[in-house]
Nanobody, 125 residues
Framework: QVHVVESGGGLVQTGDSLRLSCVAS????????MGWFRQAPGKEREFVAA????????SYAGSVKGRFTISRDNAKNTVYLQMNSLKPEDTAVYYC??????????????????WGQGTQVTVSS
């Protein structure tokens, strides 16, 4: 079973950037579908971005497309989420999700077998 730990969250202002990291341990994630999700207070967990281990495809939620970039460094067993032009509505706890069972369901939380504890991102206006 893979264990993932997120880091890189913080308090920033509108328009700033942050890079989140998701470090995996236990085994390689090089062939795994990995995702980032977020959850704001009182809201359901929502899809942000995903990267496919085989082929390198990526997908994004419409609300972050063009501002966020998901990437991976297989040598470091790490997935990143570069977040630019942050907005107050991006405020949430961000979760790394590992071992997606199907790329075609990469936007669904139930698709993933392992989750991190989350890292808080707060964007002030």
């Amino acid at each position: 079973q893979v264990h993932v730990v997120e880091s890189g969250g913080g308090l920033v202002q509108t328009g700033d950037s942050l890079r989140l990291s998701c470090v995996a341990s236990g085994r390689t994630i090089s062939t795994s579908t990995m995702g980032w999700f977020r959850q704001a207070p009182g809201k359901e967990r929502e899809f942000v971005a995903a990267t496919r281990g085989i082929g390198g495809s990526t997908s994004y939620a419409g609300s972050v497309k063009g501002r966020f970039t998901i990437s991976r460094d297989n040598a470091k067993n790490t997935v990143y989420l570069q977040m630019n032009s942050l907005k107050p509505e991006d405020t949430a706890v961000y979760y790394c999700a590992a071992d997606g069972l199907s790329w075609f369901r990469s936007t669904q939380p139930g698709n993933y077998e392992n989750w991190g504890q989350g890292t808080q991102v707060t964007v002030s206006s």
